[in-house]
């Protein structure tokens, strides 16, 4: 079995190749692809600009792509698409990547796993490994946090582990912010269990890995 995981940035991307194998161990392939952001689902599902590489605004093209190319090839293959709800809408959110999934002729096997708020929640849900990559984490702002809560994910994750929190970080811009993601995603997701996590997003992800 083969595994397609699409992430709508580099910081995902980095998470997850650690993640992934600590999952299902070494019975799959994978290959992970990260986006420059999350976007929209184009109205009508049309084709968008494949160039800028956003995410949802290439997913009906990308899944289209892969459906042809499983049918044709007789792959044993399924899509992942791991992203962030922001502050959408979960149901509505759910129900329209399965109509674009109901869309392609042929359909690709394809499994959409959304992080509640954000990527931050499921680092968020094993505190011990941020104190493990973060030994002066603010223990006060993660004991504060709700699991899977949409209050500024990454924001409380940047107040618990960045020096000056959140309003030092976004002074320096968003290309800054964009590198301490991907940094924490390399540094905490070593130290992370797989087994136990308070994020029930993260649980739905991992559950649904080993459910293939």
């Not at 910081?11 to 976007?39: C, D, M, N, T, W």
């Amino acid at each position: 079995m083969h595994l397609e995981i699409l992430v709508e940035d580099l910081s995902g991307k980095r998470a997850l190749e650690i993640l992934v194998p600590k999952i299902l161990g070494q019975a799959y392939s994978f290959r992970i692809h990260s986006y420059r952001g999350i976007g929209h689902i184009p109205k009508g599902l049309k084709k968008s600009d494949p160039s800028k590489r956003i995410l949802l605004a290439n997913l009906p093209r990308l899944l289209q792509g892969y459906g042809r190319t499983f049918a044709q090839a007789g792959l044993e293959a399924i899509v992942i698409v791991v992203c962030d709800l922001d502050k959408r809408n979960l149901t509505t959110f759910s129900e329209e990547l399965g109509q674009l999934l109901a869309a392609c002729t042929p359909q690709p096997e394809a499994r959409f796993c959304i992080a509640i708020e954000e990527g931050e929640a499921w680092f968020l849900g094993d505190p011990d490994a941020i104190t493990a990559a973060y030994p002066k984490v603010k223990v006060e702002v993660l004991a504060a946090y709700v699991q899977d809560s949409i209050c500024g994910t990454w924001e409380t994750l940047a107040n618990a582990v960045y020096p000056g929190g959140v309003k030092a970080l976004s002074k320096k811009g968003p290309h800054a912010i964009g590198a301490e993601k991907s940094r924490w995603a390399q540094d905490i997701t070593p130290h992370m269990s797989t087994d136990i996590n308070a994020s029930p997003s993260f649980c739905a992800f991992r559950d649904e890995l080993r459910s293939l």
